[in-house]
């Protein structure tokens, strides 16, 4: 499946009775929702998707200010917007029961709806797993690009001006493993999902979530320690973002971490080695049953 496929097996729903989102669904059984990273999108998971689908009931989408959704200049992109507007989603689909598979960003999202889950008894979804992929849920162990840096500077409403194609291509490059590194086919799909609909614009927006991860830090690791939901990590190990570091002091501040490290595997581990998550994750869900 290609980009344009993925778009035109998609849908849009409106939120807000003004923000246009794209979603996509396929398979049957057990919903399994799929939350992408910053800054890409939905598409991230195309290279599991159709395997996951033979198993499941998988929905995915592209948050605001991402992929193929509205990305509002006026928005205030926090992390428990982004946590709503699943939760609306899920109850217009009626799923209220559901496994989670998340990156990076979307890693943050679900520490959010973790973090309602433990505090409200009254929380109307069941979250019944989580398996994160590489993301910086513990920012003692998170360490940006520099390019990430100066986006949270006041310069970044200007570097968004110089970013391009090249721009995504050399960061991209050092985050992924040396011998599973981006081709020129998937830097092309990757940046045409960022910049589209002007979506290079809301970046500086976008990457405050960096920010956030400082203010909630408690709040969001507790959601991970405390709360009684099965959990596994599988992390790429070279990534220097959020790689095996981060998933040492998973294993350390994690009652009863389940922690799988691919050690030759960078920050996009659904992309760089499919076929390893796709078999751990199954692994994890028969361990779970």
């Not at 520490?111 to 069941?126: H, I, N, P, S, V």
């Not at 830090?217 to 190990?237: N, V």
């Not at 959020?242 to 960078?266: C, N, R, T, W």
Request: aromatic content about 16%.
């Amino acid at each position: 499946m290609d980009l344009s496929d993925w778009k035109n097996s998609g849908a849009y729903f409106e939120y807000q009775k003004k923000y246009q989102i794209f979603y996509i669904k396929s398979g049957q059984g057990d919903p399994l929702v799929l939350i992408h990273g910053f800054p890409t999108s939905s598409w991230d998971w195309c290279k599991i998707w159709d395997t996951l689908s033979l198993h499941y009931k998988v929905y995915a989408l592209d948050m605001l200010g991402y992929g193929f959704s509205a990305k509002p200049k006026n928005f205030t992109y926090t992390i428990a917007a982004q946590a709503d507007l699943w939760e609306y989603f899920l109850e217009q689909q009626q799923i209220f029961k559901f496994h989670i598979l998340a990156h990076d960003y979307g890693d943050t999202v679900v520490q959010e709806m973790l973090a309602r889950y433990k505090e409200d008894d009254t929380y109307k979804f069941r979250i019944q797993s989580v398996t994160f992929l590489n993301g910086g849920m513990f920012p003692e162990t998170n360490f940006p690009t520099i390019t990430q840096k100066l986006l949270l500077t006041p310069f970044g409403r200007l570097l968004k001006n110089f970013m391009g194609r090249n721009t995504l291509a050399k960061n991209f490059k050092k985050i992924f493993g040396k011998d599973t590194q981006p081709t020129e086919k998937e830097i092309d799909e990757f940046w045409e999902v960022v910049d589209y609909n002007s979506g290079k614009n809301v970046i500086p927006k976008l990457i405050k979530y960096l920010t956030e991860r400082d203010t909630h830090k408690i709040r969001w690791r507790e959601a991970i320690q405390y709360t009684d939901i099965p959990k596994r990590l599988i992390d790429g190990g070279c990534d220097p973002i959020s790689g095996k570091h981060m998933a040492d002091f998973y294993q350390k501040i994690v009652p009863d971490a389940d922690v799988i490290v691919l050690p030759e595997i960078g920050h996009y581990p659904q992309v760089e080695a499919p076929h390893e998550v796709l078999e751990h994750y199954f692994n994890f869900r028969n361990k779970i049953k």
